[in-house]
């Protein structure tokens, strides 16, 4: 969980699977714009090796709070 109050991504290239809280597993290509609610529980599950995006957070030196436990997920 980041501590901000946007944060926007773009894909470039190659492919990524998240899970986000209340929202289950996506899986984002190039093309893919995602605004990540503020505070929404979230993880990386897996990339491509060639995987690239464009974040945009604010503030810029937000904080990342870590959780040992999964996120829980739901199907949407």
Same mark, same amino acid.
């Given at each position: 969980?980041? @501590?901000?109050?946007?944060?926007f $991504? $773009?894909?470039?290239?190659?492919?990524?699977? %998240?899970? $986000?809280?209340g929202?289950?597993?996506?899986?984002?290509?190039?093309?893919?714009?995602? /605004?990540?609610?503020?505070?929404?529980?979230?993880?990386?599950?897996?990339?491509? #090796? @060639? %995987?690239?995006?464009i #974040? /945009?957070v604010?503030?810029?030196? %937000?904080?990342?709070r870590? #959780? @040992?436990?999964? /996120?829980?997920a739901t199907e949407a």
């Amino acid at each position: 969980m980041h @501590d901000c109050s946007f944060q926007f $991504y $773009y894909v470039l290239k190659g492919w990524a699977r %998240f899970e $986000y809280e209340g929202h289950g597993i996506r899986t984002v290509r190039p093309g893919d714009c995602v /605004v990540q609610p503020a505070g929404i529980r979230h993880r990386e599950i897996e990339h491509s #090796e @060639d %995987f690239e995006l464009i #974040e /945009v957070v604010s503030p810029a030196n %937000f904080g990342t709070r870590a #959780e @040992d436990e999964e /996120v829980e997920a739901t199907e949407a």
